[in-house]
């Protein structure tokens, strides 16, 4: 299956009929406008959030689906958090592997202990996977 590749391109006036001409030419499809304008402040009626750690928007964008790079950051801290590894060493893993933070920075014990919330959440559909159920057979087995 094809998949589709998507640009967003910041505009400061009207596009002139060339440009769109080109990349119509180019194999592109005109599929949305975004329009703003300036509010008052204060008056703003619409509001966001950060999308949870761990998804990411869709191609089509019309629904959140699992970053990969990010999954791999919460499984292995999660690993390590259940092999009873301090935050801090947790920190340190993912820095020698070269992870990087949203923003990206190095990992703290805080950015980590920030996003347990999110671990604690997404971690019932982690456990009952199969990669989960091979890790399992490794931890040490409590009396």
Avoid: H
Wanted: net charge negative.
């Amino acid at each position: 299956m094809a998949s589709k590749e998507c640009v967003r391109e910041p505009m400061e006036g009207l596009p002139a009929a060339e440009y769109l001409n080109e990349r119509v030419q180019a194999g592109w499809k005109l599929v949305a406008l975004e329009w703003e304008r300036e509010t008052e402040t204060g008056r703003r009626t619409e509001w966001s959030e950060e999308i949870p750690y761990g998804l990411q928007v869709s191609p089509d964008c019309a629904r959140l689906v699992q970053n990969p790079g990010e999954i791999e950051i919460i499984v292995l801290a999660l690993d390590m958090i259940v092999e009873d590894c301090p935050l801090s060493r947790v920190a340190d893993e993912l820095n020698n592997r070269g992870y990087e933070t949203r923003r990206g920075e190095r990992w703290t014990p805080t950015a980590l202990f920030n996003l347990l919330p999110r671990m604690i959440q997404i971690g019932p559909k982690l456990f009952v996977s199969e990669e989960w159920a091979s890790r399992r057979q490794r931890l040490p087995r409590m009396v």
